[in-house]
């Protein structure tokens, strides 16, 4: 009997969002049976901050300090969407990425198929998207519910919260597929990136509060930029200007992170 010979893939087999999308629903199947689980990180954990800060701390400070005659609930609302939309897509981009890598070898099994690292990275960060919409749609209705919203504007801000996250998200999957064997890496990032940015990028009060020193370090973050376009959706002072420029800040994160997203891919998976 001749020998069969061992079909190889091509990557050609499959389009790209076509390839992409069965990635998206790889990662469905999976997350439909163990959506609990995530709950409270992606939704609850906003909420609670703008209980805590917003009518808690809130009730503390004094009338006429926020800018434009606001209460500090509804000044907090639209900035905790870009927040929680970072924190969200770190949870997604991190420990997940590394093992699908490193412990189930899912990015291993899905390009033994003709589906490419690059349709890999692709699918992911659709996976991520998604995430984000309905974790900023269940917020919505949340601080709508509760009177922290003053009008559709908030609708934007949420459009505005995801772009944040896919920002965000993008560049720090391609560093978690650089990461083996332990995500210690990924703590710094929690600690000493997310966490200083959720407090020094304006989402708990303006940035003009901070040394001057320091502010640069808040306008290259994402959430800065993110907390500006959220607000000024919500409350209507958004001006073209600033408004492109800090759309076209968070697209170019969104681009780069993709591009080195799929060139780490590509090494990892064909390695």
């Known amino acids: ?27 469905w199947t999976w997350y439909r049976r163990n959506w609990k689980a995530t709950i409270f990180s992606s939704v609850g954990l906003p909420v609670l901050y703008l ?21 500090y609930l509804v000044y907090l609302a639209p900035a905790l969407l870009p927040t929680g939309a970072v924190q969200t897509a770190t949870g997604e981009c991190t420990f ?20 490419t690292p690059a349709q890999v990275v692709g699918g992911w960060l659709l996976w991520v998207g998604s995430r984000l919409v309905t974790s900023a749609a269940a917020y919505v ?7 922290a919203v003053t009008g559709p504007g908030i609708l934007l801000s949420a459009v505005f919260g995801v772009l944040t996250g896919m920002a965000f998200g993008a560049p720090l999957v391609a560093f978690a597929a650089t990461v083996k064997s332990t995500g210690t890496a990924f703590n710094v990032v929690f600690r000493f990136i997310v966490v200083p940015m959720s407090l020094f990028a304006g989402t708990f009060f303006p940035i003009t509060q901070l040394p001057a020193w320091i502010r640069p370090i808040a306008w290259i973050t994402p959430m800065w930029h993110g907390t500006e376009l959220a607000r000024g959706a919500a409350f209507g002072t958004l001006t073209w200007g600033p ?28 390695a």
């Open 243 to 270: 408004t492109l420029l800090h759309i076209a800040y968070l697209l170019a994160l969104f681009f780069v992170g993709f591009r080195l997203a799929c060139w780490r891919f590509r090494l990892r998976l064909t």
């Open 51 to 71: 209980l805590a800060m917003g009518l808690g701390f809130g009730s503390q400070v004094r009338a006429g300090a926020v800018p434009g005659g606001l209460t």
């Open 96 to 115: 997940p990425v590394l093992s699908s890598f490193e412990w189930s070898k899912i990015f291993h099994g899905v390009t033994a198929t003709p589906i």
């Open 1 to 27: 009997m001749t020998d069969l010979p061992i079909p190889h893939s091509t990557g050609r087999a499959v389009g790209s969002l076509r390839g992409s999308m069965l990635v998206l629903e790889q990662t």
């Open 141 to 147: 209705v949340v601080a709508a519910a509760i009177g």
